[in-house]
Structures are given as C-alpha cells and as structure tokens.
C-alpha cells in the first residue's frame, strides 16, 4: 500500500534532538515520514542529531540525508532551501520544528538576554526558514508548512519569552497562510501540550534540581485526557495529516495537539 506521503520532498528542521531516555519531536516526524514514503532532508544546529535521525531512517529502509544549519542565520536558511532543491528537486513539505526554552521567567524577572535569544531561534528563525522556503514553493506551485507552535503561546503566564515567541509563531503561520493561499501554499501551527519528550522533562529536571520521575508524574497528572502527557508520536501523526494532500483544504489553522489541556483555557 503507498504510503501517505509517497513521492513527497520533505524538510524537518530540528530534525534532532535533546540526547535523552524518549523521543523528541522532529525525530518522530522525520522518521514517520519517511515511514510514509516522503524522501527526507533532515536539518539540525548539532550535525551529530541530525545524522541519528538519518541513521535511523536508513536502518528502516527509507531515504534521509543530513544537513547542519542554524537558523538564526539568513545564509544557513537560504542553504537549507537550496540543499533540498539539490539532493530532492523540489521542496514540498516544510517542518519547522525548532523550538527552545531555559533561562525564562515572568515579564518583571526576565532578563533581556534570555529573551533575545529565545525570540531569536523561536520566532525570527522559523520567519527566515520560511523567507528562503517560500519562493521556492510559489514557483513550483504549491508546499505544506507544519510549523511547531505550543499551547503556551494562549496560557501559562510564568516564562514570557517562551509563551511570547509561540504566540509569534500563531501568528506568522496565518499570515503566511493568508499571503501565499493563491501560490497553493499551506501553512498550519500545531500547539503542542505537555509532551514527554528529553527538551521538556531532562530539562526540567536539570533546571529544577528533581528528577525526571518526579517531573514526569507531575506534567502527567495535569493532562485530563488519561492523566498522561503526550508522546512525540501524538506531534508527528498529527503533523503527518497536515503536510499530507488529506489536508488540501486546510490552510491558516492552528490545531491543539494537548490532551484537552486547552479546554481549561476555553
Ligand atoms: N516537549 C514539549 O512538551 C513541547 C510542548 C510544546 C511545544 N514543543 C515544541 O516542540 C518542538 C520540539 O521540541 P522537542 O522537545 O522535541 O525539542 P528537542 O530539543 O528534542 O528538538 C529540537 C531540535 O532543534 C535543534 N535546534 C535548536 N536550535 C536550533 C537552531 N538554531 N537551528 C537549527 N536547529 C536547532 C536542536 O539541536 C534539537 O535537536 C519545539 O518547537 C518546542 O517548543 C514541545
């Protein structure tokens, strides 16, 4: 049976992840997409992630390659779009998946740094990506763009920059909806809630003295679906229906991927 995105060109950016005892996200959807026939151009800041998720893929028979870059950077942006038109021939499926945190905290003790530097690779560095992506896209005529957003982006009220950042990432995901919609171009955000992955608990648990057992029971008894978080593979299936054709008619949509951790928030 084909798989859902047989033929597909496909870019996961953050296609690595926090070394840790789970999966993260950009490695679920990398490695699913590829289970669903996409060929994938997996990017990364650290080459060695990158290269695992690769490593990965090939071990199941599908087809990836690797591709350092960072995104902070217009050159590495523009790099990415131009190594995909090279090793894919075309670019049809755009995961922006970086995001990072640490260091955050409310608006009144939040220093200047942490905030540029999460404003930085959170928002300005998923507007560059898309900077270089979208031309490419318009010329061929058509793209899906699944960027990572996060429930904080509507609630939390404890690491500004951070809930700031993913309200940004809302935001240029409709707006690039709305301007490229006439290209075929579709974008959409996933809001992800507490997902178990290495970035969320490692780091909590490292930030906050605890371990990871205690953090874990404490993100899971806050889910009402189950009382458990999510795992990466809850962002990768739902990430796979957006970027698939099962979802050509949806575009500037920002869909909660949390457990009903939303509904609390209406
Ligand atoms: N885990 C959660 O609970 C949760 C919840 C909501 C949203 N999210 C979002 O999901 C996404 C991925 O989260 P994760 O937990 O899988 O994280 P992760 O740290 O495992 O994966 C992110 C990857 O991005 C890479 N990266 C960081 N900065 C980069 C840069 N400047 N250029 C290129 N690559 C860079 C990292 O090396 C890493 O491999 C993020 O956008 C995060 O905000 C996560």
Request: proline share 0%; glycine share 18%; aromatic share 4%.
């Given at each position: 049976m084909a798989g859902r995105l047989e033929g597909k060109a496909a870019v996961v950016v953050g296609a690595g992840q926090t070394p840790g005892e789970t999966i993260g996200n950009g490695r679920a959807m990398a490695v699913l997409f590829a289970r669903e026939g996409a060929r994938v151009l997996c990017v990364d800041r650290i080459a060695e992630r990158a290269e695992e998720t690769v490593a990965m893929i090939v071990a199941e028979g599908g087809t990836a390659s690797a591709l350092a870059a960072d995104i902070t950077k217009a050159a590495d942006c523009q790099m990415i779009v131009d190594e995909a038109k090279a090793r894919l021939g075309r670019?049809?499926?755009?995961?922006?998946?970086?995001?990072?945190?640490?260091?955050?905290a409310p608006a009144h003790r939040l220093e200047e740094a942490v905030f540029d530097r999460i404003l930085s690779v959170n928002l300005k560095g998923m507007w560059l990506t898309l900077k270089a992506a979208l031309p490419v896209m318009r010329e061929q005529g058509g793209g899906a763009i699944?960027?990572?957003?996060?429930?904080?982006?509507?609630?939390?009220?404890?690491?500004?920059?951070?809930?700031?950042?993913?309200?940004?990432?809302?935001r240029l995901t409709t707006s690039?909806?709305?301007?490229?919609?006439?290209?075929?171009?579709?974008?959409?955000?996933?809001?992800?809630?507490?997902?178990?992955?290495p970035m969320a608990v490692s780091g909590i648990a490292a930030a906050s003295g605890r371990s990871t057992t205690e953090v874990r029971a404490e993100r899971d008894a806050r889910v009402p679906l189950r009382g458990r978080m999510g795992t990466a593979w809850d962002t990768a299936y739902a990430a796979l229906f957006l970027a698939s054709d099962e979802a050509q008619f949806i575009t500037g949509e920002t869909?909660?991927?949390?457990?009903?951790?939303?509904?609390?928030?209406g």
């Open positions: 670019l049809d499926i755009l995961i922006n998946n970086v995001g990072i945190g640490g260091g955050d699944v960027n990572i957003s996060s429930l904080a982006a509507v609630g939390g009220g404890i690491q500004l920059a951070y809930e700031v950042s993913k309200a940004g990432v809302n690039v909806a709305q301007s490229n919609a006439r290209y075929g171009i579709r974008a959409n955000a996933i809001m992800m809630g507490y997902i178990d992955t869909l909660r991927v949390d457990g009903g951790m939303g509904t609390r928030i």
